[in-house]
Every structure is written in structure tokens, then in C-alpha cells.
């Protein structure tokens, strides 16, 4: 089955230094990758996507993330980051047909940004 | 804002009881996914619904059924509340059920079962 590991539980980072958030993955064949924001009380934001072609995906607000089909991960990166940027954020993968394509969602990376 | 509407947005209620929660999709979109996040169990995918027709379940409860009406919006019914039952609870919506197809979501119902 398809499921993703987001490693960190939290993450503290400094206004204006960079970010990167871990995700790994597990499944067979070529994933469909997302990484998703949640700010507190507030629903999902898409921030990126994967399907094929290009490994380093650019998205919204100024992240970035790289697919690594050798380390089968997909890494969410910001190179600085904004106080705003303080949020939950969710790595998931797309399921099969069987699922309806329904996203499975790693547990959450809590990040704080500290002035 | 997404253009998914879902109502309450915030309900709380008794044990053994049961309550509706409603979802609108974005104009056009056929799909609606139902999603609940708690604290324990994280995001899952409960049900999803495809021009009115069920085509995929979940970790969903025999105690929780949806249904998508004509007007493509999705009703989510979960009944003989339990105190585990509170959680938020979203709903997705796609143009089409596929894998490239992304979902956008609603900012969720908050329920708590007390």
C-alpha cells in the first residue's frame, strides 16, 4: 500500500534562514507526490505536486521540493523562510484506482518560525 | 478560499447521537472525498463519491454513510456518536476521479462528541 513518512514531528527554524521538511515514501511504481499546508484552523493549501518529468518541482509561495526515486523521498525545501510560513505541513501520496485515488497523508511536520 | 464550502463548521453534540455534515464542491467537479483528522489517527480518507455514485471507501465506520446528490453536493451521516468520533472532518473535491487530478479542500467541520 501506499503510505509516506514524514520523519519530523516539529521543526523550529529562524525568520529568513532556509527550510527543508523530509518526506519519504513507499510504493511500487511511480508516485504521485503533494505536499499540503494547514494553517491553524484552516483547511489543506496545495503547495506543490509531482506526477513525472521534471524531479524539482517548483509551487506556490516559494517552495520547492525534489523527487528522489533513489532515496524515494520528496523533500520540501524554502530557501527563507517568512514568519506566515509558521503552519502544520503534510507530504501525502495518491492512492490507486481501489482507493479512488484518495491522498494517503504522512502525520505532519509542525513547523515554527522564531523571530 | 478553495470554492468547497462545508457546513457546520463547528457542531458539537452528545454520545449515541447523530449528525449530518454537508459539502459543496467547486462549480464543476464531480468527485467529493471525505477526509477526518484527529489527533491519533492523523488525516484519512473516509468515502468517496463520483457523479452521485460511490466508488471508493476508506477506514470509514459502519456507524458513518455519505451520499452525493444530483446537485453533486455530498452529505457525510455519522451516527451512534463516541467520544473517538471527534475530530475534524473534510471534504475534498476533484474535476474528475484520477490520479493527476488535484483535490481541493474545505476548511473542514469540527466535531466534538462529548
Known amino acids: 500500500a501506499q503510505s509516506v513518512t514524514q520523519p519530523d514531528i516539529h521543526i523550529t527554524v529562524s525568520e529568513g534562514a532556509s527550510l ?78 481501489n482507493s479512488g485515488y484518495a491522498l494517503n497523508f504522512g502525520k505532519g511536520t509542525s513547523l515554527l518560525v522564531t523571530p | 478560499d478553495s470554492g468547497v464550502t462545508q457546513t457546520p463548521k463547528h457542531l458539537i453534540t452528545a454520545t449515541g447521537q447523530r449528525v449530518t455534515l454537508r459539502c459543496s464542491p467547486r462549480s464543476g467537479d464531480l468527485s467529493v472525498y471525505w477526509y477526518q483528522q484527529s489527533l491519533d489517527q492523523g488525516l484519512q480518507f473516509l468515502i468517496q463519491y463520483y457523479n452521485g455514485e460511490e466508488r471508493a471507501k476508506g477506514n470509514i465506520l459502519e456507524r458513518f454513510s455519505a451520499q452525493q446528490f444530483p446537485d453533486l453536493h455530498s452529505e457525510l451521516n455519522l451516527s451512534s456518536l463516541e467520544l473517538g468520533d471527534s475530530a475534524l472532518y473534510f ?13 481541493y479542500f474545505g476548511p473542514g467541520t469540527r466535531l466534538t462528541v462529548t
Open chain 2, 91 to 103: 471534504c475534498a473535491s476533484s474535476v474528475q476521479t484520477g490520479p493527476n487530478y488535484e483535490q
Open chain 1, 20 to 97: 527543508e521538511l523530509r518526506c519519504n515514501y513507499s510504493y511500487g511504481a511511480t508516485p504521485y507526490l503533494f505536499w499540503y499546508v494547514q494553517s491553524p484552523g484552516q483547511g489543506l493549501q496545495l503547495l506543490l505536486k509531482y506526477f513525472s518529468g521534471d524531479t524539482l518541482v517548483q509551487g506556490i509561495k516559494g517552495f520547492e521540493a525534489e523527487f528522489k526515486r533513489s532515496q524515494s523521498s520528496f523533500n520540501l525545501r524554502k530557501p527563507s523562510v517568512h514568519w506566515s510560513d509558521a503552519a502544520e505541513y503534510f507530504c501525502a501520496v495518491g492512492g490507486g484506482s
